[in-house]
């Protein structure tokens, strides 16, 4: 069966403290892997995502995730936490970057100040 | 990156009564929309899939005939919660993506419904 678990539902941090988000999968094919960033209320803002090459992937706002192929994970990390990075994080697998994604359940995270 | 924007932000509605909910992409065509449920707290559920000009594809266990999704046009797909009840209630995210395979998907804001 295909899914995505995120096995932390709730994370809190102090600010300037390093971010570990956990993700696993299982997936038949070779997948695409993403993270994303949701605020309340709001839509998805795509974090990053990766399918092949260099398995350590850079994105936007600092966010960087590792692809290890024999843990089936795709780890979310930030070296040091904003207090603007507090929001709810999927992470997804998917056939391309088109198709059609399954969600992690999501790990909403705090900052304390 | 690409624009895909949805009307209305929110809405709520009388049980009984149908909504329709738009989904545009602004600045590239979408061949292909999703459309999502989220309840509170909880993931994205895959709804449908559309492509444009043809009959959307609908996920198990999602009743077609009260989630009318239409995508008429490569920039504007609507989704209609035909007959509401407040169990509807929950927050819908559409998303677009182009023809290719290594096109990005958007997503869209998403729109509340609240059914009373």
């Known amino acids: 069966a295909q899914s995505v678990t995120q096995p932390d539902i709730h994370i809190t941090v102090s600010e300037g403290a390093s971010l570990e988000l956990r993700c696993n999968y299982s997936?038949?094919?070779?997948?695409?892997l993403f993270w994303y960033v949701q605020s309340p209320g709001q839509g998805l803002q795509l974090l990053l995502k990766?399918?092949?090459?260099?398995?350590l992937v850079q994105g936007i706002k600092g966010f960087e995730a590792e692809f290890k192929r024999s843990q089936s994970s795709f780890n979310l990390r930030k070296p040091s936490v904003h207090w603007s990075d507090a929001a709810e994080y999927f992470c997804a697998v998917g056939p391309n970057q088109g198709g059609k994604l399954i969600f992690g359940q999501g790990t909403e995270l705090s900052v304390k100040p | 990156g690409a624009v895909v924007s949805q009307h209305p932000s929110r809405v709520i509605c009388k049980s009984g009564t149908s909504v329709k909910i738009e989904c545009r992409s602004l600045?590239?065509?979408?061949?292909?929309m999703f459309w999502y449920r989220q309840f509170p707290k909880q993931s994205l559920m895959l709804m449908a899939t559309?492509?444009?000009?043809?009959?959307?594809?609908?996920e198990q266990g999602v009743e077609k005939d009260k989630f009318l999704i239409n995508h008429a046009s490569l920039t504007l797909s609507t989704l209609t919660v035909t007959s509401a009840h407040p169990e509807d209630s929950s927050f819908y995210i559409c998303?677009?993506?182009?023809?290719?395979?290594?096109?990005?998907?958007?997503f869209g804001p998403g729109t509340r419904l609240t059914v009373l």
């Open positions: 600045d590239f065509q979408a061949t292909t």
């Open positions: 559309s492509n444009e000009g043809s009959k959307a594809t609908y």
């Open positions: 990766y399918f092949s090459g260099d398995t």
């Open positions: 998303s677009g993506a182009g023809p290719s395979s290594t096109d990005t998907q958007y």
């Open positions: 997936y038949g094919a070779t997948p695409y």
